[in-house]
């Protein structure tokens, strides 16, 4: 029998190419490629090409190349510890291969951070981290590893003229940034990155070209001239840039944080001062590195996750393997069940028995927490899977690339009802206190929030219906919107406030119910990472990529309070968490400058009256040049 012919034409390997450049964000490339190779009257142009699907393929062919080399069983061969290279041939040898640095001319090349694979031992496993790696660029979940360009070599002489200028700290370094970036918010970074001057489309990855240089070198300041710096605790445990932290919810000492090296950090931090107290918090001692964290080259941590009990800590990693760690740092399980892609979502059910993770790979995993095991995986989406929310005990949601969200439950196979209505990737969905309304943010600019209170008479009635119906949709970004947060803050008579940030590089205020934009806070230069509430619901916190923590009132729509990170070239705020419980009140950061900041709250002028009196900050507290 003739075996049928291997047939690979042009236009198939334009398209893997064009596809690749678009996973990696390489968006000029992919367009000159359309038009010079009129991919548009490919019969293969509409087909669709899994993300990563050039890289798996080139993948394989590594594995037929060991195959090729490796076919005859002699000792050499058997033994052979070198590694496969596309662009190098394999010689066989028995000694382990010296690790090669980068030539000094690469150092500055953003595309050597995408450029390489290497394999060794087992080229199938490495393989599958590294293709997951590669086509991750468009999920916008954490960023890849960069080189900095040069660094500015007039940093001090830019300090001291400003030190020596009389504006206000918050408006001198906003135009030192300004002078140093083009004018205009730069809207071309899609995740965690500082602002830097990238013409064409937009990218959800953290980027710095060779080109960047360093904004004005400006220490960690509050963004006013009265308070003292001490309100805020630089805690310096991580050598790469931290991505993610969580306050512990029962034991409010804990403090989790993670970073890019795949390293978990959890701090004792000491009790805060009482609130009249002349003092201010000490540093706490040497944290707690958490066992068997990932140490693959990009173990970039996406996700952490306290149960309600406080006992267990789930982490979510770019090396596919979910952890769940004992507050002590202990291993309680681990599993690689997303052996095709990073995880970027670990919750817990609202009970602490169901622990729900969703992955590149496009499917949910749901993990029976007391036995240690995976209960379901569920396959609905057809794209990868961006972020998972808990309804109630029992019943969650999954919003993915494909623009759909799912709900399911855990005693059911499939999913019971699938929402549609974004036009882009859907980014987080967070639902509201009561558990009745599921807020969802997307690519799309746009903000859906979905009636799920009869979710499950809909599911009984009519199982798998696709429905199209919401509520409200939230328009006035014009660029994706990156996250949604929901108001505890709920006087009787009034209707909820849901907050959203965007890439845009504002944070926008919301009635839930009519749909209405009550208020647009503009005083970020980059794109915005993070927003929260406060637990009370008073204050809302922002974070950016500017280096900028703004606090606002969410009545009065007022900027009540703001810090700086530090100027250079890492200076971005990439998770905002807050902890109120009795006399306990901060706010902990996740800071692009490889550190941890945590801020007492109760030490700050601003905000002292208003939580003392629980009313709105008085006019007089307003910061220096500060805009509504």
Not at 501 to 507: E, V
């Amino acid at each position: 029998m003739i075996a049928a012919p291997i047939i690979i034409t042009a236009d198939e390997i334009n398209c893997l190419i064009y596809s690749y450049f678009q996973d990696a964000g390489f968006n000029h490339s992919a367009f000159a490629l359309r038009n010079e190779g009129r991919l548009q009257n490919s019969p293969y142009f509409q087909k669709h090409i899994p993300r990563g699907e050039l890289v798996d393929l080139l993948s394989k062919a590594l594995l037929y190349l060991e195959v090729e080399s490796h076919w005859r069983a002699d000792s050499l061969t058997t033994n052979c510890k070198a590694g496969f290279s596309l662009l190098e041939p394999h010689v066989c040898s028995l000694e382990e291969p010296a690790e090669k640095l980068p030539p000094a001319s690469d150092a500055q090349m953003e595309i050597g951070d995408l450029g390489s694979i290497s394999m060794s031992g087992v080229p199938s496993s490495i393989s599958t981290i590294t293709a997951t790696q590669m086509y991750a660029t468009s999920q916008g979940k954490v960023p890849l590893p960069t080189r900095n360009g040069p660094q500015s070599t007039t940093g001090k002489t830019r300090e001291s003229a400003i030190s020596k200028d009389s504006t206000p700290l918050h408006e001198q370094v906003l135009k030192a940034q300004n002078q140093s970036l083009v004018p205009g918010l730069d809207v071309n970074v899609k995740r965690k990155t500082s602002p830097v001057p990238i013409d064409g489309h937009v990218e959800k990855r953290a980027r710095h070209m060779s080109t960047d240089m360093d904004v004005d070198a400006v220490s960690e300041s509050p963004g006013d001239q009265t308070t003292d710096p001490r309100v805020v605790l630089l805690l310096s445990g991580h050598k790469t840039e931290v991505f993610v932290c969580s306050f512990n919810p029962k034991m409010h000492n804990l403090l989790a944080s993670g970073s890019k090296d795949g390293v978990v950090n959890v701090w004792d931090l000491p009790d805060t001062p009482p609130l009249n107290s002349p003092e201010f918090a000490e540093a706490p001692g040497e944290p707690v590195a958490l066992e068997n964290v990932s140490k693959v080259t990009q173990g970039d941590l996406t996700s952490l996750d306290w149960n309600p009990e406080g006992t267990l800590l789930a982490i979510g990693s770019y090396d596919s393997i979910l952890r769940v760690c004992t507050n002590k740092g202990a291993i309680y399980f681990s599993h690689p069940q997303h052996q095709k892609g990073p995880i970027f979502a670990a919750r817990f059910s609202k009970n602490g028995a169901w622990l729900v993770t969703a992955s590149l790979d496009g499917t949910t995993c749901l993990w029976d927490v007391k036995e240690k095991r995976l209960h379901k995986q569920y396959r609905c989406h057809k794209d990868c899977c961006l972020d998972v929310e808990w309804l109630n005990d029992d019943t969650f949601a999954s919003a993915g690339a494909d623009m759909r969200i799912f709900i399911m439950r855990v005693d059911e196979d499939e999913s019971i009802k699938t929402l549609n209505g974004h036009k882009d990737e859907i980014n987080q969905i967070r639902v509201n206190p009561s558990g009745t309304r599921l807020a969802s943010c997307s690519d799309d600019g746009t903000a859906y929030i979905w009636k799920v209170d009869n979710i499950s008479r809909a599911s009984e009635t009519i199982p798998g219906l696709s429905a199209s119906e919401h509520g409200v949709v939230l328009k006035g970004h014009n660029h994706s919107v990156s996250t949604v947060g929901w108001c505890i803050d709920h006087p009787a008579g009034t209707n909820e406030l849901i907050a959203t940030s965007s890439f845009d590089g504002t944070a926008r205020l919301w009635d839930s119910v009519t749909g209405e934009c009550l208020n647009v806070f503009r005083d970020h230069k980059g794109p915005l990472y993070s927003l929260t509430f406060s637990p009370d619901g008073k204050f809302i916190a922002t974070g950016s990529g500017d280096g900028w923590l703004h606090i606002y009132h969410t009545r009065s729509y007022e900027r009540v309070w703001s810090w700086f990170a530090g100027s250079g070239n890492k200076p971005g705020v990439f998770e905002i968490d807050w902890q109120q419980d009795e006399s306990v009140n901060r706010i902990a950061m996740a800071l692009e400058c490889r550190q941890v900041a945590v801020l007492d709250v109760n030490k700050l002028d601003f905000l002292r009256p208003a939580l003392q009196n629980g009313v709105g900050v008085r006019p007089t507290a307003r910061i220096e040049g500060a805009r509504v």
